[in-house]
């Protein structure tokens, strides 16, 4: 399988990157009281934090927000989704454990404050593609509506869309019987080459620490637009 990203997306801002993770016989189950405790204690301490700061003293939230305008969506509209997660712990309306997929999924994105996707990829078909979402471009989200993509960075394959940094589509949700997977990490503009290797490489050992298995990364940028993932 390869991954590319549109090279027109670099006219826009050149230090777009986006970090890959590829997981392969890995189970997703309940999640561990450790991660369930590590959660909740994570949450509690961002909502306290949350009351002395605005969300734009973030620096994830306030990078992402600046690239939203930059490539034409409205951030005040579609929030990148873990700007949307941090207004809900704002509120107290913590995040309630699901599973050790989605669980660790969440909990990667409020710790590095960027948007971060997990696919099941036996719904995902031939190469994947990340390219600017168009008036035409929506699916049907986890969040059960029907989402427009105008202008917003787009995870498409052979089917059509079903990612992005806004929220991710039913049709590759991950669940229990996932054993195969995609975790696609939207990196700060502002973070080095070498610090998204080091930051998807870590997210790859806690997620393989947790659930088992193997995985293998790559970083996608303006020097390299297409890459194969390799095989595990």
Do not use: C
Request: proline residues 4%; without cysteine; glycine residues 8%.
């Amino acid at each position: 399988m390869k991954a590319s990203i549109e090279s027109s997306i670099f006219q826009i801002d050149e230090f777009v990157k986006i970090g890959i993770n590829h997981y392969t016989k890995f189970v997703i189950s309940e999640s561990p009281q450790m991660l369930k405790g590590r959660m909740q204690l994570f949450q509690e301490h961002l909502f306290f934090d949350l009351q002395d700061k605005e969300l734009t003293d973030y620096e994830g939230i306030k990078e992402w927000r600046t690239l939203w305008k930059k490539l034409g969506a409205d951030p005040g509209r579609y929030r990148p989704s873990m700007e949307a997660m941090m207004r809900r712990i704002r509120n107290q309306n913590y995040l309630q454990p699901y599973n050790s997929g989605v669980d660790l999924n969440n909990f990667f994105s409020l710790q590095y404050e960027i948007p971060v996707g997990l696919y099941d990829l036996r719904a995902i078909e031939g190469d994947i593609h990340i390219k600017l979402g168009s008036s035409d471009t929506s699916y049907t989200g986890i969040n059960g509506r029907e989402n427009n993509l105008d202008g917003i960075l787009t995870i498409t394959d052979d089917i059509g869309p079903f990612g992005s940094p806004f929220v991710d589509s039913l049709r590759t949700a991950v669940s229990e019987q996932t054993a195969d997977a995609l975790q696609v990490f939207f990196i700060k503009p502002s973070m080095s080459i070498n610090d998204a290797e080091q930051l998807v490489a870590a997210a790859g050992k806690m997620f393989t620490q947790v659930n088992g298995g193997d995985y293998s990364s790559v970083i996608l940028n303006k020097e390299q637009v297409q890459s194969n993932l390799p095989t595990i």
